[in-house]
C-alpha cells in the first residue's frame, strides 16, 4: 500500500504525535494493535510498529530501505514502543 493510501485509511483511526513522528493505528487485532509509522511533516511512509511473538514485544518493521532515522527520532520511537508495552501490560492485568 502506498504511503497516500494508507494516510487516507487512516484518517478515522486514532493516532499520536512524538517529536517528528506520527503513529497511527493501522490494525486492530484481538490482543495487540499494528501502527503505521510516518513523517508528521512530509506524510512519508516509515513503516509499521506490530508485536513480534517470539520476542514477546513490539517491534518497529521498517518499510523502505530508504528509512532514516535520528537520535531524537529513535527516542521518540522507543518511548512509545515502551508506551505500547506498558499499555498491554495493563490490559492483561484487567483481563485477569
Request: hydrophobic residues 30%; charged residues 35%; aromatic residues 12%.
Amino acid at each position: 500500500m502506498t504511503s497516500k493510501n494508507a494516510n487516507d485509511s487512516m484518517k478515522k483511526l486514532k493516532s499520536r504525535t512524538k517529536g517528528w513522528l506520527k503513529f497511527s493505528l493501522w490494525e486492530q487485532k484481538p490482543k495487540t494493535n499494528v501502527w503505521y509509522v510516518e513523517n508528521k511533516e512530509t506524510g512519508d511512509g516509515l513503516g509499521f510498529i506490530k508485536w513480534h511473538g517470539p520476542w514477546r514485544q513490539y517491534v518497529f518493521e521498517v518499510s523502505c530501505d530508504e528509512t532514516i532515522l535520528s537520535v531524537s527520532c529513535l527516542h521518540d520511537m522507543a518511548d512509545f514502543l515502551e508506551e505500547l508495552m506498558e499499555e498491554r501490560k495493563s490490559d492483561r492485568k484487567k483481563a485477569e
